[in-house]
């Protein structure tokens, strides 16, 4: 024999699914497993939360259109896939140096260094075996 279907309250489940609720959040405040409200009330709960947005979403337009200037962007950037243009301009000091000495001074730093650790290879004596 099947065990009895856990009563729902149904009401409180619509009020629960428009305003956004997850089914863990909504079986949670029911008493029930969410897989119970999947299984029996999915279809009442995709249409109690379609209404829940359609409700906000004539919340926020009566809202700019009241002339919430936030409200305005928002609906702009979401509904209309407007943007804010970001400029940025770089600013850069640049010192330049002759190279040239650099490089020199570089070079006979190395050449002086070659030449002590070739003479010490040569002082040293390979054996050459």
């Known amino acids: 024999m099947a065990r009895p279907k856990k009563q729902i309250d149904e009401k409180k489940l619509v ?23 999947h299984n029996r009330f999915s279809e009442q709960i995709e249409l ?20 919430g200037d936030k409200m305005l962007i928002h609906l ?11 400029k940025h301009e770089i600013e850069a000091h640049v010192q330049t140096e002759e190279i ?16 002590v650790t070739r003479a010490k290879g040569v002082a040293g004596g390979s054996n050459g075996s």
């Open 100 to 115: 040239s000495p650099a490089r020199d001074k570089l070079e006979r730093a190395l050449a002086g260094r070659f030449a």
């Open 15 to 37: 009020d629960l699914a428009e305003i956004g609720c997850t089914y863990k959040e909504m079986a949670a405040s029911l008493g029930c497993h969410p897989d119970t409200l």
């Open 48 to 67: 109690a939360r379609g209404t829940g947005k359609t409700v906000l979403r004539r919340a926020q337009m009566k809202r700019a259109l009241a002339g």
């Open 76 to 86: 702009g950037k979401h509904m209309l896939g407007q943007s804010d243009v970001v």
